[in-house]
Every structure is written in structure tokens, then in C-alpha cells.
């Protein structure tokens, strides 16, 4: 929803308005708590900053991924809609993938408990950001009918 008109009422947002506003919340909040955790890690030094830098790298990656697929305006490509949110989650699992891959060699040097509270941060906090952004901006409106005029006159032959 977005401000209210000149009668108090909240105007409708067209679904590309609220899919772009949750991906600028999204970007912005995903990029704030990577800083934060990597901050919180470098104040506690060595092996904490390590894991916090992994897991705040992840979790970026994986914010920007969310994003940009809901940037992407899709009303433009309907039929590439559905294959945008396969690319996205094959993205998502493919950045997991090369997490395990690549972290899997230094993890002795970096601090998993740290690594783990970074990610699932950034990650339940971006997962909620985008739902609460999608579920305020499509909101249902109903009108009543005397608030939207007359009803239409009925054909003679309607039963």
C-alpha cells in the first residue's frame, strides 16, 4: 500500500511498484547486516572475523541474488516469470554449493559459530524483510458499491 489519497484511503500499488520496493528493502537491509556482522566479527578479532567475513559474504551474495530477481520487471517477459524464480533458486543453491566447496579447506581457520550466526541472520532477517515488503504491498481492496457508483444497468434478456 502506499500513502493515502486526499479521502484517507491507501491507494493500490501495481505488483511491479511492490515487487521493486521489497527488492530496495531487501538490498538495503542484506547489505546493512553484512556490514554489521562483519563489524561485530572484527571487534572480536582472529578466527570470529574470519567466520564472520564467510558468512556475511554468503549471505550478500545471497541478498543480491533476492534482489535482483525482484527487480527484474517480469511483467515484461511473462512467460520467463516462472523461469526467473527457478534461475534464482538454482543461484541460491549454487552459491551454497560453491560455499562448502571453497570454505571446506580453511574452515579450520575461521570461526564456524560465527560463520553460522552471520548467514542465518542475514538470511532469516532478508526472508522476512521480502515477505513482510510483498504482503503490505499487494494488499486486497474492496469497494462498496457506494463508494464505486451505481451498479450497471442488467440486459433485459439476464435472468
Not at 528493502?25 to 564472520?52: E, P, Q
Request: proline fraction near 7%.
Amino acid at each position: 500500500m502506499s500513502a493515502p489519497d486526499a479521502v484517507g484511503r491507501p491507494t493500490a500499488r501495481t505488483a511491479e511498484t511492490a515487487f521493486r520496493a521489497a527488492g530496495r528493502r531487501v538490498a538495503v537491509i542484506g547489505t546493512a547486516l553484512a556490514a554489521a556482522c562483519l563489524a561485530a566479527g572484527a571487534a572480536s578479532g582472529g578466527r570470529a572475523l574470519a567466520g564472520a567475513a564467510w558468512g556475511a559474504g554468503a549471505g550478500l551474495v545471497l541478498t543480491v541474488i533476492t534482489a535482483v530477481a525482484l527487480l527484474v520487471p517480469w511483467q515484461r517477459f511473462p512467460l520467463m516469470a516462472p523461469a526467473g524464480v527457478m534461475l534464482s533458486f538454482a543461484a541460491k543453491i549454487a552459491v551454497m554449493v560453491a560455499v562448502v566447496l571453497l570454505a571446506g579447506p580453511h574452515r579450520a581457520g575461521f570461526s564456524r559459530p560465527w560463520f553460522l550466526a552471520s548467514l542465518a541472520l542475514i538470511l532469516i532477517v532478508v526472508t522476512i524483510v521480502e515477505v513482510v515488503a510483498l504482503a503490505r504491498g499487494r494488499a486486497l481492496t474492496v469497494e462498496s458499491q457506494g463508494e464505486a457508483g451505481p451498479a450497471p444497468p442488467r440486459p433485459a434478456n439476464a435472468r
